[in-house]
């Protein structure tokens, strides 16, 4: 392939795609050699195991893309529910957990796995001008109350949507590391 047919990647895309592929690779090193049978059924937080913690970060993160999504056509789809930190997002996770909690550990890291390319692909797809587009999204009232002109307070923007993703990924992977250096390495 000559330089001329290479696609250009934005320094914006590469540095998301960089962050996307540190987060994969950490949370690929934070389970590496580990007996699936632990991953499994070993608590992590709560009640939630490595697995359910994959599955959850994997939901979430099919959630962002699917905002950009309807953020990137343009539509206000006046959302029926809000999801709100009032309660942790419990019910919302609580849901997702359930839905994959008799998932195989290779259907979860299948789903992983797919979780990476769509979020690459997304990332690659994104125009510079993308980024700055808006919406209403589950997490503002605004979803709710379906307002006319949602103002910026009522929105998330594409960029703020992509950053969720590796950051919310992030803050899950710190606790399996935290849950291996304190229970499994120890024990090792």
């Not at 994969?24 to 389970?31: D, N, T, V, W």
């Not at 998330?156 to 949507?161: A, C, I, K, N, P």
């Amino acid at each position: 392939m000559s330089n001329q047919n290479k696609p250009l990647i934005t320094p914006r895309q590469k540095k998301f795609l960089e962050r996307l592929s540190a987060t994969r690779e950490r949370i690929l090193q934070a389970i590496e050699d580990l007996d699936p049978e632990i991953l499994i059924h070993s608590k992590v937080v709560d009640d939630w195991t490595v697995k359910d913690l994959i599955g959850h970060i994997v939901s979430w993160n099919g959630e962002f893309r699917a905002e950009i999504e309807i953020i990137l056509v343009g539509r206000h789809p006046g959302y029926e529910y809000q999801i709100s930190d009032e309660d942790d997002f419990s019910v919302w996770n609580d849901a997702w957990i359930a839905q994959k909690r008799d998932w195989s550990w290779q259907r979860i890291l299948a789903d992983l796995d797919r979780d990476y390319q769509e979020a690459a692909e997304l990332i690659l797809r994104l125009q510079p001008e993308d980024y700055r587009q808006r919406g209403v999204t589950p997490r503002k009232p605004a979803a709710i109350t379906r307002i006319e002109n949602p103002t910026k307070k009522d929105t998330d923007s594409v960029e703020t949507l992509i950053a969720y993703h590796w950051r919310h990924s992030n803050q899950h992977i710190k606790q399996i590391e935290k849950w291996r250096r304190n229970v499994i390495d120890t024990e090792s």
